[in-house]
């Protein structure tokens, strides 16, 4: 892990770019102190992953699975002097975090986010702390005290969310002792990342899909929808699918790699029905996977364009990510549509499917009325993967960002009521 000296350590084209645009005018100086002052930190903790890094960076500075592993040590094998008495109290558990956690046999493997929503549960809670404890201190090599946070939530401005956000602002002050903090909703700042601040933004990650409209860099709570269809489901399938040819269910992540390698959405014919069974015309590489014990296996039309299917729904009635998007469009005023279908915006780490947006397109065009099929534009940009994090440390580079932030003493003013106050203050 990359240790961060100084605010500008890391930066790429994206930053200096960036900081050009924001630079403009007569407030060169001013902007400079306020960017050069202080560094955020910027959290996007996915089902899947958590992303983590510094505002103003073009990407995150790690990448890592939202896992905890505990695994018991036997101390007593290692000192056999000891007395055979004592062994039952030598035992001791080892904490694991990120890739190294899901590589431990035997271990207790927690993720204490699910479908995109932090776990409340005690054991869940322990975990993402010692998580974030691990992701400040030794990922990204920072003293934890007195430096601001911004985090990237999935979940909409509302009642479900106020108890989750409320622990996190807890956890974020008393023990990471952060200096602010700043929590909004991923889909905002993945749309922020393309320089909108209006359209509707189609996110699918690990454990959900969302359709969400955001009008003017707000997400609108009563018109988003979401399916408990994403990433993991689509593994899920071709593992299934490919124990048939493999003859033993294979081990998730090398299913997982199979996905990210071979698969991707497929067409729709004249009729709206994907072509599944049409001819396949990929060459022996493109269908070509390396299993970890180097065989080299060829993957079937079948599982290459067929696991990702349940994204649009197999079955009428069943959730479908055109559908989710046709409820959130039909939600809003008849107004605000033409500026949502102009401007769909696909992101997370199950967008990167090759294929994806144009079949999205397809069906959208298929199902919305005449004046609004016409204009329909999906956005799909090259760091969709990161969309979210992205457009949190762009947003954690303005000075706008101290003016949102919950800041150290309006926590210790408010600890009566953490939950108005993070109501009033998180967005």
Not at 7 to 34: D, I, K, N
Not at 174 to 200: D, M
Not at 392 to 399: E, I, K, T, W, Y
Request: net charge negative; glycine share 8%; hydrophobic share 40%.
């Amino acid at each position: 892990s990359r240790k961060h000296s100084g605010p500008q350590a890391g930066r790429g084209p994206f930053w200096r770019s960036h900081q050009g645009v924001r630079m403009e005018g007569g407030g060169r100086m001013e902007l400079e102190c306020t960017m050069d002052e202080q560094d955020v930190v910027v959290l996007d903790g996915g089902s899947g992953y958590l992303k983590v890094g510094f505002s103003g960076e073009d990407a995150p500075r790690a990448v890592l699975p939202t896992a905890m592993a505990t695994t018991m040590v036997d101390e007593s094998r290692e000192e056999e002097s000891q007395a055979v008495s004592d062994s039952a109290s030598q035992k001791k558990s080892q904490l694991f975090y990120g890739e190294e956690a899901l590589m431990q046999p035997n271990a207790v493997i927690t993720r204490p986010v699910q479908r995109g929503e932090i776990q409340l549960t005690s054991t869940e809670k322990d975990a993402l702390e010692s998580l974030w404890e691990h992701t400040f201190r030794n990922v990204l090599g920072v003293e934890q005290e007195d430096l601001p946070c911004l985090i990237a939530d999935t979940m909409p401005l509302g009642q479900a969310s106020y108890a989750a956000r409320q622990w996190v602002a807890e956890v974020m002050f008393e023990k990471i002792k952060v200096k602010s903090l700043a929590i909004f909703n991923t889909a905002a700042l993945s749309l922020f990342s393309t320089g909108r601040t209006r359209g509707l933004v189609v996110e699918s990650g690990e454990g959900i899909t969302q359709a969400v409209p955001v009008f003017e860099g707000y997400a609108i709570p009563h018109a988003i929808f979401k399916m408990r269809v994403a990433g993991q489901d689509i593994t899920n399938r071709v593992q299934q699918m490919m124990a048939d040819q493999l003859g033993e269910t294979a081990n998730y992540r090398t299913m997982q790699a199979l996905k990210e390698k071979v698969c991707s959405a497929s067409d729709v014919g004249s009729g709206g029905h994907p072509l599944l069974d049409s001819m396949d015309p990929s060459d022996e590489e493109s269908k070509s996977f390396e299993l970890p014990d180097g065989k080299i296996i060829q993957v079937s039309q079948k599982v290459r364009l067929g696991a990702p299917e349940i994204l649009f729904g197999g079955v009428d009635g069943e959730a479908s990510m055109q559908k989710i998007c046709m409820d959130a469009i039909n939600t809003v005023d008849l107004d605000f549509r033409q500026d949502l279908v102009k401007s769909v915006v696909v992101a997370g780490g199950t967008s990167m499917l090759p294929n994806l947006s144009p079949r999205l397109r397809n069906e959208l065009t298929n199902l919305l009325p005449m004046e609004l099929s016409r204009t329909v534009e999906v956005v799909s940009d090259s760091q969709r993967r990161y969309a979210a994090w992205i457009g949190g440390s762009m947003f954690a580079s303005l000075s706008t960002f101290d003016q949102v932030a919950i800041t150290k003493q309006d926590y210790e003013d408010g600890k009566a009521d953490v939950r108005s106050l993070v109501a009033r203050k998180t967005f």
